[in-house]
């Protein structure tokens, strides 16, 4: 179940990750920090941001971006360009990509984990379709 979240959490992501999310992403997670979105015919379950403020929402944001950014660069062979914002469930991860500038461009991309491509998702996280 998604909970909506304090900005600070955000935060804390962007500085352990050295980016910044962009605004649409970063308005919804407040909103609701997870969720679902569609991407064609595929569902992709949204990774949360580490929320610490009570005991409840620290178990279920464990599996926070940060946390499963880390842990597909270090077993998966994830390039350390991308940041997993959500999972399918079959291996594939919806992912933002960092620009050589250090920035996140808002296209959203979902890595297939088979081919080892980047394929386009959507110019903008708004455009997705929205699933609680």
Do not use: Q
């Amino acid at each position: 179940m998604a909970f909506p979240l304090d900005e600070l959490f955000i935060e804390r992501a962007e500085e352990e990750l050295g980016v910044k999310f962009p605004e649409s992403f970063r308005k919804k997670m407040m909103k609701l920090n997870g969720g679902g979105v569609e991407v064609s015919t595929d569902h992709y379950e949204l990774h949360p941001f580490y929320d610490t403020s009570d005991k409840k929402r620290i178990k279920r944001t464990c599996n926070s971006i940060v946390h499963e950014t880390r842990t597909a660069r270090e077993y998966y062979r994830l390039p350390t360009n991308l940041i997993v914002i959500g999972n399918n469930g079959g291996g594939d991860v919806l992912v933002y990509k960092i620009e050589d500038s250090g920035n996140i461009d808002s296209t959203v991309y979902w890595f297939d984990h088979e081919t080892e491509e980047l394929v386009f998702a959507a110019n903008d996280f708004s455009e997705l379709k929205h699933n609680v």
